[in-house]
């Protein structure tokens, strides 16, 4: 299981840096994503690296706030926000993905809360 950290309470315009890491699975292996999810709302597609680091994505609502990273040697992938805001507020989700012959293998973290407040 991945284990997301680095939540907490910010106020809006600060900086946050959100961890995925660990134990049991190369995350190099896999594609990595970040999700959030606010009360009452769907869960929302952030941001996703490829498996090689070659390729990134953001949704509108992050790009150029959002980055995202990968530290093999640590077997993390990274999310850092800047600029958060209050409609940032949810909890976080990574999620590690690999296509294979015999379907789609996925593994998801507890969420870490994120609360963007003054």
């Known amino acids: 299981q991945l284990q997301a950290s680095g939540g907490g309470l910010v106020q809006p315009g600060k900086s946050l840096t959100l961890s995925c890491a660990t134990s049991?699975?190369?995350?190099?292996?896999?594609?990595i994503g970040w999700f959030r999810q606010a009360p009452g709302k769907k869960r929302e597609g952030l941001s996703c690296i490829s498996k090689s680091d070659e390729y990134t994505w953001y949704v509108d609502s992050v790009k150029g706030r959002f980055t995202i990273s990968r530290d093999g040697a640590e077997n993390t992938v990274y999310l850092q926000m800047n600029s958060l805001q209050p409609e940032d507020t949810a909890a976080y989700y990574c999620n590690a993905a690999l296509a294979t012959l015999r379907g789609p293998i996925n593994y998801w973290g507890q969420g870490t809360q994120v609360t963007v407040s003054s």
């Open positions: 049991g699975i190369s995350l190099d292996d896999y594609a």
